[in-house]
């Protein structure tokens, strides 16, 4: 059975929540950490660092999906991405570079931000916005990836560059082995548009992660981790097809504005730190919140109307 290509996934709008969520948590706990003491429990909390596998993960699945299911020509797909990547961004990104420029000591941390990575994303130094290294990966995937499809050599790029990650992984973000979840995600595509899965697939995920935790629970990253959010995704996005599983509208809604709840809650965690009280409970507390506060202000009154008039300017703009 064919999914329908105009149904929104609920469950992976969920699991945006989630991930966002733990991010924030991470770099709450982070940020109580720099500003108190280590404490017990940091450990633990910082492992919400892995909610970007979980998006790298996702990203590959929906790109994948939304591009085959949907059948977009190149027009439409560059200007998809241009949309739902650069528009909610440049205002946070752009807007965090002329705060450093006009005011430097704002920044305690010694920043060599470059104004070309902050504007275009491209891997040729860092962002203003230090989150924004994820949306570099992701902008690279979704040129490798239109550039491929669209070339009809998508198989055998692919190959290759997984290929050149296992064999010549690097620092550099064309060979960081972490994109290998971009391509775990196009696989769970292409079982989800088959509707291949398994219950035994959740059991799995939970396996994976225990396995992870056991092996080391140090690494920044772990392709375990990413294997763990793919066998999930692809059966909670199958059991919701079947109607097996529902999710309530206020976690789709906080999934919707997890994008902007990413952008904005390390200024939000920042500011927060340097007012509250200097103790642990309150630097989580109150960063956690500012930041679930400032992303949806920040989905309703920049992200959204961005994209909705984004929606109405001239089709020229997507060339086909």
Same mark, same amino acid.
């Given at each position: $059975? ?9 469950? #992976?709008? /969920? ?17 109580? +950490? ?9 450990? !633990? ?10 998006? *790298?993960?996702?990203?590959? *699945? ?16 560059? %200007? ?48 203003? #916005?230090?989150?924004? %290294? ?9 040129? &490798?990836?239109?550039?491929?499809? *669209?070339?009809?050599? &998508?198989?055998?790029? &692919? ?22 979840? *971009? #391509? $775990?995600?196009?696989? !769970? ?6 509707? !291949? ?15 992870? /935790?056991?092996?080391? +629970? ?19 996005? &199958? $059991?919701? +097809?079947?109607?097996? !599983? ?16 990413? #952008? ?39 992200? +959204? ?13 997507? %060339?086909?």
């Amino acid at each position: $059975m064919e999914p329908d290509s105009k149904r929104v996934i609920n469950v #992976l709008q /969920a699991g945006r929540a989630i991930a966002a969520l733990a991010v924030v948590v991470h770099h709450a706990a982070t940020a109580a +950490r720099d500003f108190v003491d280590p404490f017990p429990g940091l450990s !633990i909390l910082r492992t919400g660092r892995f909610g970007v596998d979980f998006f *790298f993960v996702l990203s590959g *699945f929906i790109i994948y999906h939304s591009t085959v299911v949907k059948r977009r020509g190149l027009g439409d797909y560059a %200007w998809a991405r241009v949309r739902r990547l650069y528009l909610p961004y440049w205002p946070a990104g752009i807007g965090l570079a002329l705060l450093y420029l006009f005011l430097p000591a704002i920044s305690q941390a010694d920043r060599s931000w470059r104004w070309l990575p902050t504007l275009t994303l491209l891997p040729a130094g860092e962002p203003a #916005l230090s989150l924004a %290294w994820t949306l570099q990966h992701e902008a690279f995937f979704y040129a &490798l990836f239109g550039l491929l499809f *669209f070339s009809r050599l &998508l198989w055998p790029g &692919l190959a290759v560059w997984a290929l050149a990650i296992v064999a010549l992984p690097s620092g550099s973000i064309p060979l960081a082995t972490i994109n290998l979840e *971009f #391509l $775990m995600g196009i696989g !769970i595509a292409l079982l989800y548009r088959r509707g !291949i899965g398994h219950w035994l697939l959740l059991p799995v995920a939970v396996g994976l992660v225990c396995l992870w /935790a056991w092996q080391d +629970r140090g690494a920044d990253h772990s392709l375990l981790i990413g294997l763990a959010c793919a066998c999930a995704i692809l059966q909670l996005s &199958l $059991m919701e +097809r079947i109607g097996a !599983i529902t999710v309530p509208k206020w976690l789709v809604f906080l999934g919707g504005a997890s994008y902007a709840l990413y #952008l904005v809650h390390g200024v939000a965690i920042s500011v927060v730190a340097r007012i509250v009280p200097p103790t642990v409970p309150a630097i989580l507390a109150a960063g956690t919140a500012a930041s679930i506060a400032g992303g949806i202000a920040y989905y309703c009154f920049v992200e +959204r109307p961005l994209l909705r008039s984004a929606r109405r300017w001239p089709d020229r703009l997507a %060339w086909r």
